[in-house]
C-alpha cells in the first residue's frame, strides 16, 4: 500500500516557476506525459479540488478543512549556518551615504555642469545620461530634479554671488552692459552684466541677473532695474559706466539710475547707419529684387538641388545662397556678395526648362541691377570690416570706437566717380553717424590718446589733438594734487623698507599709471619699477576716473636705473 502511495505521489507534480506557498501541498497529476491542470491534487490525501487559475481557493481549503496556515510555514525546515550564507551585499554594493565627500562632489559637478551648460533640470532624468554616471560611480544614485531645482543650483548659486561680491570689493570701477530681449515663449526678460578688471590686469566678466519684466519696458523702469542690481552687488561706490545699445528708453534708463559715461553700442551704432541708407529707393529695390530669387531657391528642392548642378558645371564653389535679416549685422552685405559670387549659376538656373513653370515670378537681375549692386558691395565692404574687428576682439576697448568712426566718415565722402544712388546713401550714413556719440565725444578722444595703437591720435586735427592732450595734462594734474602725499611717499621712502607688496599697490594708483602714460621718464616710477621682480614691470593700465574712460594699454618698461 505504502509503495501504491508513493507512486502515486510521483505522479503528482507541483508547476515549476510557482513560488507561492500553496504548492508545497498541492500539484498537478500528470497523464501520459502531460500535465492535467484542471483539478489540483492534495498530495498527502490525494483529494481533488478544481483549479480556476489562482491559489486563492486552494489556501482557503487548507485554512478552512485543515487549520493550516501555507503563508506561514515558508521558511525551509533546514537551518543553514549564517557562516555559510553569502551576504546579499556582496553580490549587489550598497549605495554611497548622501553625506559623504564622494556624493557631494559629484552633485556638485553635476550642478556646476547643468549651470554651465545651460542644460534642462531634466537632464538628470534621461536614460543615456544615468547609465553614464553609473558606469563611472555605480554606488552613487542620483538626486531627483527638484532636489537641483530647488537645494544644489540655489545654493551654487548663492556661493557663487558671494565670490563676485568679495571680487568687486577689490574693484576701483566697473562697467554694465544691459539688454531687453523676448524668447521663444514670448516671455520678455531684461539682462544685466558687469565687466572689472581685477588685481591680475584680467577682464572679469559677470552675468548679474536676467530677470522677467512683465512691466512696460520704460526707461523709468528699466532705470528701476538698473539701480536695484547695483544695490543688490554693493557696486554703487564704483561709479559704474553703462553700454547699451542706442534705443530710447536705454538712454533713459540711463539716466534714471545715474550710470555715466553711458556708452552706445558701437556694431549696433554702424548697423543703424547702413539700415538707413539701405533704405534710400534705389537700394531697396534692388534688395527686394535679390530677395525675391533667395526665398524661391530656400523654398524649392528642385531649384537648390540644380543650382547645385550648375555650380559644378561652371566651377564654382558651392554655397548656399543667403537671406539678409534687419537686425543681423551685414546681413544684406552678405546675401549681395553670394548672389554676385553665384550669378551665373543662378541665371543658368532659372532658364533651365526644369524652373520655368515654377520660376514665373522671379526674374534675373538686369545688368544695371547688377551693376548697382556691385557699388553697395564696394560701399558696404568697410563696414563689414569695421563690424569683424570689433567683434574679433575678445576685450573690444572704447578706444577703438573713435578711430573706427573717423576711417568709416572718411569712406562715405563723396567723390566724382559715384553713382546718384551711392552719393545719396553716402549721405544719409555720414549724416546718420555723425549724430552718434556727440555727448561722450571727449570720453572716446581721450580714451583712444591713451591706447598705444592711437596714442598720436592720426584721425583728429591738429587742433583736436591738442584739446585732447591739454585734457589730459589738466587731468594729471588734478591726480597729481590728490595723490602729492603718495609721491612723496614714493620718494622719500628707503628701498630696504619697501616690501613689494607696498611697491605693488603703489604702482597701481592712478596718479602713477596716468603719469606713467604722459612721462614715461618720471624718476619716482622709475625707481619703483627697479624694485619690482622684471616679470612684473610689463603692467596693462585700465583706470577709468571720474571725468573720462579710460582703456587698456600696453606700456613700455621704464629704462633700469
Excluded at 524661391?296 to 537671406?323: C, I, M, N, W
Excluded at 591726480?479 to 616690501?499: G, I, R, Y
Aim: charged share 25%.
Amino acid at each position: 500500500m505504502a509503495s501504491s502511495t508513493e507512486k502515486d505521489n510521483d505522479e503528482i507534480r507541483s508547476p515549476l516557476g510557482n513560488k507561492s506557498a500553496v504548492w508545497k501541498y498541492f500539484g498537478f497529476r500528470r497523464k501520459d506525459g502531460s500535465t492535467d491542470k484542471t483539478h489540483a491534487i492534495r498530495k498527502q490525501y490525494q483529494c481533488e479540488l478544481k483549479y480556476s487559475g489562482n491559489t486563492t481557493s486552494l489556501a482557503a481549503h487548507l485554512k478552512n478543512k485543515h487549520g493550516t496556515d501555507p503563508h506561514a510555514h515558508t521558511s525551509s525546515s533546514v537551518t543553514v549556518p549564517e557562516a555559510c550564507t553569502p551576504a546579499l551585499t556582496s553580490f549587489f554594493p550598497q549605495k554611497l551615504n548622501n553625506n559623504s565627500k564622494r556624493v557631494t562632489s559629484i552633485t556638485g559637478a553635476i550642478s556646476y555642469f547643468i549651470c554651465k551648460d545651460m542644460r534642462p533640470y531634466s537632464v538628470v532624468e534621461n536614460d543615456s545620461f544615468r547609465k553614464l554616471l553609473h558606469t563611472l560611480e555605480p554606488k552613487y544614485a542620483i538626486p531627483s530634479r527638484q532636489h537641483f531645482s530647488e537645494t544644489c543650483i540655489p545654493r551654487l548659486y548663492t556661493q557663487v554671488k558671494d565670490e563676485v561680491k568679495r571680487e568687486f570689493l577689490h574693484a576701483d570701477r566697473v562697467a554694465i552692459t544691459t539688454d531687453e530681449w523676448t524668447s521663444c515663449t514670448t516671455q520678455a526678460y531684461v539682462t544685466v552684466t558687469c565687466h572689472h578688471i581685477d588685481n591680475d590686469w584680467q577682464m572679469k566678466n559677470y552675468v548679474l541677473q536676467t530677470q522677467i519684466l512683465n512691466d512696460a519696458h520704460t526707461g523709468v523702469n528699466l532705470g528701476t532695474v538698473l539701480k536695484e542690481a547695483c544695490e543688490e552687488w554693493n557696486i554703487n561706490d564704483k561709479n559704474p559706466a553703462l553700454v547699451t545699445d542706442h534705443a530710447s528708453n536705454m538712454s533713459v534708463a540711463g539716466v534714471e539710475a545715474s550710470l555715466s559715461p553711458h556708452i552706445k553700442c558701437f556694431r549696433h551704432t554702424i548697423n543703424l547707419a547702413t539700415q538707413k541708407g539701405l533704405k534710400c529707393a534705389g537700394a531697396a529695390h534692388l534688395l527686394g529684387r535679390v530677395r525675391r530669387v533667395v526665398s524661391f531657391f530656400h523654398r524649392s528642392t528642385v531649384a537648390t538641388s540644380l543650382l547645385k548642378e550648375k555650380q559644378k558645371l561652371l566651377g564654382l564653389p558651392e554655397h548656399k545662397l543667403k537671406q539678409d535679416v534687419i537686425t543681423r549685422w551685414n546681413g544684406s552685405f552678405e546675401m549681395l556678395e553670394r548672389f554676385l559670387e553665384q550669378q551665373a549659376a543662378v541665371c543658368a538656373s532659372l532658364l533651365d526648362r526644369k524652373l520655368r513653370k515654377g520660376a514665373n515670378d522671379v526674374q534675373t537681375l538686369s545688368e544695371g541691377d547688377i551693376s548697382t549692386a556691385e557699388d553697395l558691395v564696394k560701399l558696404l565692404g568697410p563696414v563689414k570690416s569695421a563690424t569683424t574687428i570689433m567683434c574679433e576682439e575678445q576685450q573690444p576697448k572704447v578706444s577703438m570706437i573713435a578711430p573706427l568712426k573717423a576711417k568709416l566718415l572718411e569712406h562715405y565722402s563723396i567723390s566724382e566717380e559715384d553713382s546718384t544712388l551711392v552719393t545719396e546713401m553716402k549721405q544719409t550714413m555720414t549724416k546718420e553717424l555723425q549724430q552718434r556719440y556727440v555727448d561722450v565725444q571727449q570720453v572716446l578722444l581721450r580714451a583712444s590718446a591713451l591706447d598705444t595703437r592711437f596714442k598720436k591720435l592720426p584721425f583728429l586735427s591738429e587742433k583736436e589733438r591738442d584739446a585732447t592732450f591739454q585734457c589730459l595734462t589738466q587731468e594729471a594734474a588734478e591726480l597729481w594734487d590728490q595723490k602729492n602725499d603718495t609721491v612723496a611717499q614714493v620718494e622719500n621712502a628707503p628701498p630696504h623698507l619697501m616690501t613689494q607688496h607696498h611697491l605693488t599697490h603703489l604702482v597701481n594708483q592712478p596718479l602713477i599709471n596716468l603719469t606713467w602714460c604722459l612721462l614715461p621718464r618720471f624718476k619716482p616710477l622709475n625707481r619703483i619699477m627697479s624694485l619690482l621682480p622684471r616679470g612684473q614691470r610689463h603692467l596693462r593700465i585700465s583706470l577709468v576716473t571720474p571725468s573720462s574712460l579710460w582703456t587698456l594699454a600696453r606700456l613700455p618698461r621704464p629704462p633700469e636705473s
